[in-house]
């Protein structure tokens, strides 16, 4: 069975970067959307960005200018570079495949901002 790996996450100080990825464990194919979410203890999973196969990217609010989602497709495999990272920044960020009838999710990484 095919699960997706993240890698990349762990404490960082205000103002710094991390960059996250997540890679497929085998061969997927009909990818659709390349996603990271997140989630806050006591809050909701929010999109932090995501992907099309055919480059479109969609962030949320809170990341804009901030974080940059990429993807290298002869990889299965898709990037989060974090900058000027804030500690309302600090969540396990998933990722995330859409496919045409269903998504595939990652376990989550741990991403703590603080001094």
């Known amino acids: 069975q095919v699960q997706l790996v993240e890698s990349g996450g762990g404490l960082v100080q205000p103002g710094g970067s991390l960059r996250l990825s997540c890679t497929a464990s085998g061969r997927i194919f009909g990818i659709y959307t390349l996603g990271w979410y997140r989630q806050a203890p006591g809050k909701q999973r929010e999109l932090v960005a995501k992907i099309t196969t055919g480059g479109s990217t969609d962030y949320g609010d809170s990341v804009k200018g901030r974080f940059t989602i990429s993807r290298d497709s002869t990889k299965n495999t898709v990037y989060l570079q974090m900058n000027n990272l804030k500690p309302e920044d600090t969540a396990v960020y998933y990722c995330?495949?859409?496919?045409?009838?269903?998504?595939?999710w990652g376990r989550g990484t741990q991403v703590t901002v603080s001094s």
């Open positions: 995330n495949f859409g496919f045409r009838t269903s998504v595939l």
